[in-house]
Structure formats: structure tokens, C-alpha cells
């Protein structure tokens, strides 16, 4: 196919078209926006750096710009939702990039692209040498001027000699990413990456701190260009703590202090996930329960001694299961050496649900029913793989430099060229489905209040008709099931949980990877608005609840958390679970202590994954009627956050909803 042709038929393509439609829509906008392409995508990279404006600012002490002026175009899905691992960048020049350039095999010809892509690299450093050198007062020897040209040119024959220059070039390199279309760019295990100086910032807390804090200022800058879906989902994640091979908790000075300097800056992006254990210090999570009480609805605490296992049993490599990090929001990945995609479409346990109603007329008991509901999930379970195996990956010559794996088997990430190529499932309603199940089992077979055909006809009524409306009101009044210590409904959970994970052993995907899922998506709103009523008493395109959570006036906090301690989170059940809840902030304050030791035991007691938003449903009902009251109220949406202003309303409603439910529980 010639490249107009290419270019033609991926016009047509609604994912490109998307893309022209936001591009001409932004040049009507700025009429200097410049559109970057070239047949082949290198290139397109090499003529990306070269029409970058440089932009520094004096008497910064670190530097980052990207030119919003600049769309990268490319055809097909571009690599993102995962971060790299940036000690390449701190403890490498670009120097030893070259001499592992030189041993790469160009049988695919990565070879080529990686000596044309590092060239580009070099001009544009020195390109940005020669702009500072124009500054006015340079000739003043500015010691930021002059530690600046010296960071930019140590990188081509030197690694990192101080803390400011390891912070240079991780943003020097991220800048890049972001510049050529890369989206929802994780940071990774930064505490880690900078550990050769936690000697220099022990000396010097004060100037380490003023660095940390000027690092997570620049990389906030340009919020609503890096933002993806919602204003604020960026996904730029900073990764701390974590349990090393030997079951040793990792820590040092950098793992408090981006916890600290987050909470203080008091910004919605970049924010920490902090990897625990039930051997975390008590410390951390003083620090994790001072930071919530901010409202930055962070950090995030994933639990080492269930996810390390799950990836064992996944498949991983004791030093990949331990050195594990995120894509955007919570979905562990292997860390530096890896595609990463973890988030492909859902699995929305509703529509199996309610697509087994409509195909159960003629059925006569529940575990009738229950082969109908797993035949459907099965079907959607390959429609999923299927169309994931079907996705067109653009060449990536940026990724494929920092991904293990790559060089060594001449092959672009984009063709599988990394050591893991697993891919990663979400889904949606999984406690909806699991209620409407119940009450099908009640409501159908055990008390035959109603047959399956006037179940169907009730939902596709909305509750409207006259067996709607008691239904309904049956529902509302009565119990749920989700969250609740009912050994029936767990059974029922784990059993959906290994049914999944089984059908997923089966599948491979396109680069003889796996496939893994999880309960947390952000697909909650947006799924639910296409979804007709379920039988859990939700409404039609109302929300789906949120990843592991209830809004359930009578289950608690602690409830929740027990419940999803017994969740069975192996069998490929490894891509994220999120026990997701809410707090009132004068509750926390009043029981400090209270809170660290309940989430302290409910790392103990196996949970996966727990956020946690310190909310006051007063403050976000004045917040909607009087936004003006409130420019810099921050909330956790899905896995990220973000000011409460730029929300749509209706996850501001939902946040509300959740906010009332959990203060009527305590």
C-alpha cells in the first residue's frame, strides 16, 4: 500500500479521524499549530525535536517545556499508559546507549531507526545548549546557566553526577514522550531510581526538598495539555516503596519526600502510589494518612504480599515480580521491560447479566440460569481478546529504547520486542452484576415471585410497569449482597473471579503473551450511560458502582474491606483491584490512629489495591452550586485526580451520592 493510500484508508479510520477532527479543531484555535508527519514514523521524530521551541525560563533550577504548537501525527495506536524505567537516563549517557545500539541486530530494522533517533537526540541537545548560551546575561556565569549547559552536555558522555542532574534529564526524556504523542506517562519507582543520591540529599535535606518540590511543579505544567479523557487523567504516577526479593521493605529519603511534597504542593498530578506491605513502617502510612487528609485523594496503596504472588502465579520472574510497576492508574505491570497495555475494553458483567435474562425464558432453575450467564461471559471474554489481538501498533522507536528486550532482539516494541508482552482486561459492574444475581436467585427461582420473561420486561421497562414499581421498591427497601460477609455471595464472587481467569489461561495474545484482568476500570459512568436497567435497582444510564465499592447505607468501611480481603485475586485476577471508598475528613482527623491500624490490617487481611478519598458531602454539594468558592478542591475520580470544577456533572453527582451514603454509615 502506497502512503497515500495509507493515509487515505487511515482517514476513514475513526481513531485517526478522531484525531484530525481535535487537530483541526485546535488549529482554528492557533493558527500557528504544525502538524508533524512523515512516511516513515522516525522521521517524524526526527522532525518533531528539530521544530521543538526550546523554552527556558532563568532562575529555574530545573528546565522542562513542551511545544504545545507541535501535533505529532501517526496512523495507528501509539504506546502510552506505562512508564519507563528513567535510571536508564540517571545512571546511563547517551554514549552507552550508542554502544547497545551497535550490538542491536537490524534483521527488523530497529537498528536503523534507534542511530537515526539518537542522532536526532544529540542535535537536539545541542540545539538546546545554543539557545541557552543566547541568554542576555549568560556571559555573567549564572551558576543555573552554567550547571544547566553543563547537565546538558554530561548527558552525552556521562551519567548523572548530582541529584539536579538525574531530575534534568528524567524531565529532559519525559518531555519527549509527552512531544511525540505519548500519553498517560507513568514516572515509575522514582525513590528507587535516585537511591545513588540519598547520601547527597541526607546532607542537604533543604536543597533536596526545594528540588523535589521544583521537579513536581514543572512536570504539573502543561495540565490540560497532558490531560487524556477527563481534564486531569495524566497518569503520571510516582511509584514508592516495595518489597525487595528478600521481603525487605525498600525505603529512603525519597520515598518520604515526594509523599510530603505532594501532599504540600497540594496538585492533582503527578502523585504517589506507595507499594506496601504488612512489614511497611508505621511511619508510611502516617505519611499516606497525612497526605489523604489534604484532599489530593493520594497516595494509593497497593498491597506487595497479594500482588507479588498473583504476578508469580501470572507468570512473572521473581525480579519482575518485585520490581513491578503501574500503567496510569493502578495496573501493575512488569517494570522497564515491558509492552504494558493494560487497558483494554472491559468486561461489563452487567450486559452478561442481563444478556442471560433475555436468552432464559425457558429455564427452570438457577444453575440453569448460571450456564447461561457464563456462556455469555465467555462470549464477551473473546470478543475482548479478539479485538485487543486486532490492534494496529505504531512504530516506536522512543519506547523501544528504554524497554528490555528490545535491542537485544532487534525488534520495535511495537512487533513484540519487549521480555513481556502480557496485555490487561478491566471490567465494569462487577458488584451490580453480582446483586442482580442474587436477587434473580431469590426473586426467580428460590420464592418465584416473578418468572425470567417478566424479569426482562421489568428491566426493559425501566421499573415503570406495575411489577416494575414493586420490584423496585422491594429492592430499595431490602438488602444487597455485595459487601456483605455472606459466604454465598463470596463463594459466587470467586467463582465468576476463576471462571474468568480459567478462559483467560486459554488465550494468548498476538506476541504469545497473556491476557490478565481486574475489578477497576474507569469505564463506570460511561458504560453505565448505554446500559438499560439492572436488577440490583439501579436505573437506566445510570453509573455502574465504583471498582470495589457499594453505595449501600449499611455497609461500612470496615465491612467493605473484609469482604474484599476474601476475594480471590489470583488465576490472572492481577490487573488492578481497587477497594474504592470514601471518608468524611473530620473522622479521619478525630481517629488517626484508628485509621492506620484498619488500613494496616486490611494489607494484612489481602486486600489488593485501596484508595481512598477524604471527602465532606457539604463541601462538594457548596462546591457544585458555588464553584467559585472552590478553585482548588481536588478529588479522586477514577485513578486519578483532579480539581472538582473541571469534573462533568455527573461524576460530581456520583461523588456527592457516595460522600452521603458513607457519612449515614458512620
Not at 432 to 443: C, G, R, W, Y
Not at 464 to 479: F, M
Request: net charge negative.
Amino acid at each position: 500500500m502506497d502512503y497515500k493510500t495509507k493515509l487515505k484508508y487511515a482517514i476513514k479510520s475513526s481513531y485517526l479521524f478522531e484525531r484530525l477532527y481535535r487537530y483541526s479543531k485546535a488549529k482554528k484555535n492557533n493558527t500557528n499549530l504544525k502538524c508533524i508527519y512523515d512516511k516513515k514514523i522516525v522521521n517524524t521524530y526526527c522532525k518533531t525535536l528539530d521544530a521543538v521551541t526550546i523554552s527556558i525560563i532563568k532562575d529555574k533550577p530545573l528546565q522542562y517545556w513542551i511545544d504545545e504548537n507541535l501535533y505529532f501525527c501517526h496512523f495507528n495506536n501509539v504506546l502510552g499508559n506505562m512508564p519507563i524505567d528513567y535510571s536508564l537516563v540517571v545512571d546511563n549517557s547517551l554514549n552507552d546507549f550508542w554502544g547497545k545500539i551497535s550490538c542491536c541486530p537490524n534483521t527488523y530494522g530497529l537498528r536503523s531507526d534507534e542511530e537515526k533517533f539518537l542522532s536526532a537526540i544529540v542535535a537536539y541537545l545541542d540545539r538546546i545548549i545554543e539557545e541557552i548560551s543566547k541568554i542576555n546575561d549568560f556571559s555573567d556565569k549564572s551558576d543555573d546557566l552554567t550547571n544547566l549547559v553543563k547537565c546538558f552536555q554530561d548527558m552525552k558522555n556521562k551519567p548523572a553526577e548530582t541529584l539536579r542532574d538525574a531530575l534534568q534529564r528524567i524531565l529532559f526524556w519525559n518531555s519527549i514522550f509527552w512531544q511525540t504523542g505519548h500519553k498517560l506517562v507513568g514516572l515509575g519507582r522514582l525513590d528507587l531510581v535516585l537511591d545513588r543520591f540519598n547520601d547527597e540529599a541526607l546532607k542537604n535535606p533543604k536543597e533536596a526538598e526545594v528540588l523535589i518540590e521544583s521537579f513536581l511543579s514543572e512536570l504539573h505544567r502543561y495540565y490540560t495539555y497532558k490531560s487524556s479523557t477527563l481534564k486531569g487523567d495524566i497518569g503520571q504516577i510516582i511509584v514508592v516503596g516495595g518489597l525487595d526479593e528478600e521481603g525487605n521493605f525498600f525505603r529512603n529519603f525519597f520515598t518520604e519526600i515526594f509523599i510530603t511534597s505532594c501532599a504540600k504542593l497540594h496538585l492533582p498530578d503527578p502523585k504517589c502510589l506507595i507499594r506496601s506491605g504488612e512489614n511497611m513502617p508505621s511511619e508510611i502510612m502516617n505519611l499516606a494518612l497525612s497526605s489523604l487528609l489534604t484532599g489530593i485523594g493520594g497516595p494509593v496503596l497497593a498491597n506487595d504480599d497479594v500482588i507479588i504472588p498473583s504476578l508469580l502465579k501470572l507468570g512473572y520472574s521473581r525480579k519482575q515480580a518485585h520490581n513491578y510497576a503501574f500503567s496510569a492508574c493502578w495496573e501493575p505491570l512488569s517494570y522497564g521491560d515491558s509492552f504494558g497495555q493494560n487497558n483494554f475494553s472491559n468486561i461489563n458483567f452487567c450486559r452478561c447479566v442481563n444478556d442471560s435474562i433475555f436468552s432464559s425464558f425457558e429455564v427452570e432453575t438457577w444453575g440453569e440460569y448460571l450456564y447461561n450467564f457464563y456462556n455469555e461471559l465467555e462470549k464477551k471474554i473473546e470478543e475482548i481478546c479478539n479485538a485487543a489481538n486486532g490492534k494496529q501498533w505504531e512504530i516506536d522507536p522512543l519506547f523501544s529504547l528504554f524497554t528490555d528486550g528490545c535491542l537485544t532482539s532487534g525488534k520495535d516494541i511495537s512487533a513484540g520486542g519487549a521480555n513481556n508482552n502480557d496485555f490487561g482486561i478491566l471490567s465494569v459492574g462487577f458488584s451490580n452484576a453480582i446483586n442482580s444475581l442474587m436477587n434473580i436467585k431469590k426473586f426467580v427461582f428460590d420464592e418465584k415471585q416473578y418468572t425470567m420473561q417478566q424479569t426482562a420486561e421489568i428491566i426493559k421497562s425501566n421499573y415503570d410497569s406495575v411489577d416494575g414499581k414493586i420490584l423496585y421498591k422491594k429492592l430499595k427497601n431490602g438488602n444487597s449482597y455485595f459487601g456483605h460477609q455472606d459466604e454465598a455471595v463470596i463463594q459466587l464472587c470467586n467463582d465468576i473471579l476463576i471462571f474468568v481467569g480459567n478462559k483467560l489461561k486459554l488465550k494468548t495474545n498476538v506476541f504469545g503473551g497473556k491476557f490478565k484482568f481486574g475489578l477497576s476500570s474507569p469505564a463506570y459512568i460511561d458504560e453505565g450511560k448505554l446500559m438499560e436497567a439492572t436488577l440490583d435497582g439501579r436505573k437506566s444510564g445510570k453509573p455502574f458502582n465504583t471498582h470495589i465499592s457499594v453505595l449501600d447505607e449499611k455497609v461500612g468501611c470496615t465491612e467493605l474491606i473484609n469482604f474484599a480481603s476474601k476475594l480471590d485475586y489470583s488465576n490472572s485476577v492481577a490487573n488492578g483491584n481497587v477497594v474504592d471508598i470514601i471518608l468524611n475528613p473530620q473522622l479521619v482527623e478525630k481517629n488517626l490512629d484508628k485509621y492506620n491500624i484498619l488500613f494496616r490490617t486490611a494489607i494484612k487481611m489481602g486486600i489488593y489495591e485501596l484508595q481512598i478519598n477524604v471527602l465532606s458531602s457539604k463541601q462538594l454539594i457548596d462546591a457544585k452550586e458555588h464553584p467559585e468558592k472552590y478553585p482548588e478542591l481536588i478529588v479522586r475520580v477514577w485513578g486519578f485526580s483532579a480539581y472538582f470544577n473541571d469534573l462533568p456533572i455527573e461524576y460530581k453527582e456520583l461523588l456527592i451520592n457516595r460522600a452521603l451514603a458513607n457519612e449515614k454509615i458512620a
